[in-house]
C-alpha cells in the first residue's frame, strides 16, 4: 500500500544539539522522498530531498539520510536553532519525479529550548 | 525568490455555497497542485494538473471539486456545494521537475 508515516510525534531538544527526525515509507517503488517544514500558519517549505540512488544528501545544516533496505529517511538538523521549530513532514513519490502527487508522512513537531 | 501565492488567506462560507480559492503558481512552472490538510493532520493530495488537464486526483476529489486554469497565470480549485466537512486549509503547489514549491494556504472554514 502507500503509507509514510513517522515514529516520533515530538522532538524536544536544546539549542545547538543536534537534531534527528525519522520516518518509515511503506512503498518499495518510491524512488523519491522530500523534507518540508511547516511553521505556524505557513505552507510546506522545501527543505532538501533526495532520489532513491543516493544514500544521503547534504545542505546547509541539513543532512538527509535514505537507508532503502528498512525504507527509513531521516533529516539530521545540525546544531539546531529556535527558528528551526515547526512541524517537519517527510513524503514520497512513488512514481518518481516531482510532478507526481507526495505522500506526506503524519509530522513530527520539533521543539527547540533555549 | 519566486514563490506561489494564494488568496483568500482566509475563506469563511455557508454549507452548500459555491467556492473558489486561488492561486498563482511560480512563472515557469508546468506542474500544479492542490493540497489539503485538516487540522491538525497531515497534508493530502487533491490533484495534479498538467498542460491544461488533470493527472492524477484522488478520492477526495469528487464531482463536488473541479480545477481551471482561466490564464496564463492563475490556477483556480473550485467546490460547488460546499460541506461542513470540507472546512481545512487548502495549499496550491508548483513545480517544474521537482521539487514541489507550495504557497501558504487558504483557510477554508464552512458554517
Known amino acids: 500500500g502507500e503509507s509514510v508515516g513517522l515514529h516520533l510525534p515530538t522532538l524536544s531538544v536544546q539549542e545547538g544539539d543536534n537534531s534527528i527526525i525519522n520516518c518509515a515509507y511503506s512503498n518499495s517503488a518510491s524512488d523519491y522522498f522530500i523534507w518540508y517544514k511547516q511553521e505556524s500558519g505557513k505552507g510546506p517549505q522545501f527543505i532538501i530531498d533526495?532520489?532513491?540512488?543516493?544514500d544521503k544528501r547534504q545542505g546547509q545544516r541539513v543532512t538527509v539520510l535514505l537507508n532503502k533496505t528498512v525504507k527509513h529517511l531521516s533529516l539530521q538538523i545540525a546544531a539546531t536553532q529556535p527558528g528551526d521549530s515547526a512541524v517537519y513532514f517527510c513524503a514520497e513519490n512513488g512514481k518518481g519525479g516531482g510532478y507526481n502527487k507526495l505522500i506526506f508522512g503524519a509530522g513530527t513537531r520539533l521543539a527547540v529550548h533555549p | 525568490e519566486p514563490e506561489v501565492t494564494q488568496t483568500p488567506s482566509h475563506q469563511v462560507t455557508q454549507m452548500g455555497q459555491e467556492v473558489i480559492l486561488r492561486c498563482v503558481p511560480i512563472?515557469?512552472?508546468?506542474?500544479f497542485y492542490w493540497y489539503r490538510q485538516i487540522l491538525g493532520q497531515k497534508v493530502e493530495f487533491l490533484v495534479s494538473f498538467y498542460n491544461n488537464e488533470i493527472s492524477e486526483k484522488s478520492e477526495i476529489f469528487d464531482d463536488q471539486f473541479s480545477v481551471e486554469r482561466p490564464d496564463g497565470s492563475n490556477f483556480t480549485l473550485k467546490i460547488r456545494s460546499t460541506k461542513l466537512e470540507d472546512s481545512a486549509m487548502y495549499f496550491c503547489?508548483?513545480?517544474?521537475?521537482?521539487?514541489?514549491?507550495f504557497g501558504d494556504g487558504t483557510r477554508l472554514s464552512i458554517l
Open positions: 503547489a508548483s513545480s517544474g521537475n521537482q521539487p514541489q514549491h
Open positions: 533526495i532520489r532513491s540512488n543516493m
Open positions: 512563472s515557469n512552472h508546468l506542474y
